[in-house]
C-alpha cells in the first residue's frame, strides 16, 4: 500500500511568501491609483486657476468679473466674454469624478471679495460629507498647493461656508474655516488663487 504524503513546512512557507508577495503588490497597486486620482484632482483645480490667468492676461480681467472691479462674480463659462470659449484647454464641467468619489470645482469669491477657486463633495457645497477619504484628497490638495498641511492658513483653506450654485457655476460668500483640520466634517477648500488672504 502507497503512503500518501502532505506538503512539507518549505512547500507551505513557499506558498505563503508567494501569496504575501501577491497580497502587497495589490495593496501597492491600489495605493498607486489612490495617489493617481489625488494628483488628477491637483491638476483639474490647475487646469481652472490657469483658464482664468489666461483670460486675464488675455482681456485684463478674469472671466466671470461681471463688473470690472476684479471679483468673480458670475458663472466665468458663461456670459457674453468670448475668452473662456476661446481657450484650448479650458475646462468645461464643474465636475470631477474620481472613482466612486464626486468633486465640485467652482470659481467665485470669499466674504472678503478675494477670487476663490472652492472644490467640495456636493454641489452646493453646503454639506459635510461625512468620508475621510474625501477630507484625504482635500489634505492632498493642500499640501500640492501649500507645501504644508494646515486647513486654517496658506492658500488653500478649509471651506466652512458659502453659497455655490451648480446652475451659475459659481460660489459667492465663501468662508474659509479658522480652526480645525482637514477631517470627515470639512465642506470644502478654498484656494485662493489670486491672492493669500
Avoid: H
Avoid at 504575501?20 to 490647475?46: P, S, T
Wanted: aromatic residues 8%.
Amino acid at each position: 500500500m502507497r503512503r500518501e504524503r502532505g506538503f512539507t513546512l518549505i512547500e507551505l512557507a513557499i506558498v505563503l511568501v508567494i501569496i504575501g508577495i501577491i497580497i502587497g503588490m495589490v495593496l501597492k497597486g491600489q495605493d498607486l491609483i489612490q495617489n493617481a486620482r489625488m494628483k488628477k484632482l491637483v491638476n483639474e483645480v490647475r487646469k481652472w486657476e490657469v483658464a482664468l490667468w489666461t483670460c486675464f492676461d488675455r482681456k485684463g480681467k478674469f472671466p466671470g468679473d461681471s463688473n470690472n472691479d476684479g471679483i468673480i462674480d458670475s458663472d466665468p463659462k458663461g456670459g457674453s466674454d468670448s475668452c473662456w470659449t476661446n481657450l484650448a484647454q479650458a475646462p468645461t464641467s464643474n465636475t470631477v469624478q474620481l472613482g466612486s468619489y464626486t468633486f465640485y470645482i467652482y470659481p467665485g469669491s470669499d466674504t472678503s471679495n478675494r477670487n476663490v477657486i472652492a472644490v467640495c463633495g456636493d454641489s452646493n457645497c453646503g454639506t459635510v460629507t461625512g468620508d475621510e477619504t474625501y477630507a484625504d484628497y482635500l489634505r492632498n490638495l493642500d499640501i500640492a498647493f501649500d507645501g504644508e498641511v494646515s486647513a486654517t492658513a496658506g492658500v488653500v483653506r478649509a471651506l466652512s461656508g458659502g453659497t455655490a450654485n451648480s446652475g451659475s457655476g459659481i460660489i459667492t460668500s465663501a468662508t474659509a474655516a479658522t480652526s480645525g483640520d482637514w477631517t470627515s466634517t470639512t465642506k470644502g477648500a478654498l484656494y485662493y488663487f489670486d491672492r493669500k488672504p
